[in-house]
T-cell receptor, first 114, second 115 residues
Framework: KNQVEQSPQSLIILEGKNCTLQ??????????LRWYKQDTGRGPVSLTI?????NTKSNGRYTATLDADTKQSSLHITASQLSDSASYIC?????????????FGAGTRLAVHP | DSGVTQTPKHLITATGQRVTLRCSPR?????VYWYQQSLDQGLQFLIQ???????AKGNILERFSAQQFPDLHSELNLSSLELGDSALYFC??????????????FGPGTRLTVL
């Protein structure tokens, strides 16, 4: 069964600190891996999209890495801000002949404290 | 603001009832997707429409149905509601119907509470 597992489930850090969120997946073959940020009660917003051939992608203070051999991805947040408090969701798109079904992880809930 | 609109924002109803959720995609987007997010759960893909036709189906119950109209807005109909249907329902849209990197833009969601 195709799965996307994220860790930790939740994380508390102090403002200004860095953190790294993990994503392990079993989806194979896959087309691309995405990271979304979801504020409480809001829709997810895309942070990065990486194809299977890319191993890093940055978006401001967010840097995603991908190791297709070990089927692992990470999202590194630098110099955290209070507004980074949200759920971060790892999403894998299977290579499934053109359909666009995405497989979502359960997310990591990040709280940034002053 | 993603450009995807959903109405209503909140909906409270009773078990056994039927409700309709509405979604307007971003201008120019032909695909609409519906997702369900239960409390502390990940998003579950329900169904996708592309230019008026059903393109892909996920974990959608038989009590649920959807359609996409000629003006590309979409409606998700939920009937014979049960307590377990209480969730956030998100709509997303994209330009294409599929393919690598086809980015989806999510609406703000409709929070459904079944009492």
């Amino acid at each position: 069964k195709n799965q996307v597992e994220q860790s930790p489930q939740s994380l508390i850090i102090l403002e200004g600190k860095n953190c790294t969120l993990q994503c392990n997946y079993t989806v194979s073959p896959f087309s691309n891996l995405r990271w979304y940020k979801q504020d409480t009660g809001r829709g997810p917003v895309s942070l990065t999209i990486m194809t299977f051939s890319e191993n890093t992608k940055s978006n401001g203070r967010y840097t995603a890495t991908l190791d297709a051999d070990t089927k692992q991805s990470s999202l590194h947040i630098t110099a955290s801000q209070l507004s980074d408090s949200a759920s971060y969701i790892c999403v894998v798109q299977p290579f499934s002949g053109g359909y666009n079904k995405l497989i979502f992880g359960a997310g990591t809930r990040l709280a940034v404290h002053p | 603001d993603s450009g995807v609109t959903q109405t209503p924002k909140h909906l409270i109803t009773a078990t056994g009832q039927r409700v309709t959720l509405r979604c307007s995609p971003r201008s120019g987007d032909l695909s609409v997707y519906w997702y369900q997010q239960s409390l502390d759960q990940g998003l579950q893909f329900l169904i996708q429409y592309y230019n008026g036709e059903e393109r892909a189906k996920g974990n959608i119950l038989e009590r649920f149905s959807a359609q996409q109209f000629p003006d590309l807005h979409s409606e998700l109909n939920l009937s014979s509601l049960e307590l377990g249907d209480s969730a956030l329902y998100f709509c997303a849209s994209s330009v294409r119907g599929g393919g690598a990197g086809n980015e989806q833009f999510f609406g703000p969601g409709t929070r459904l509470t079944v009492l």
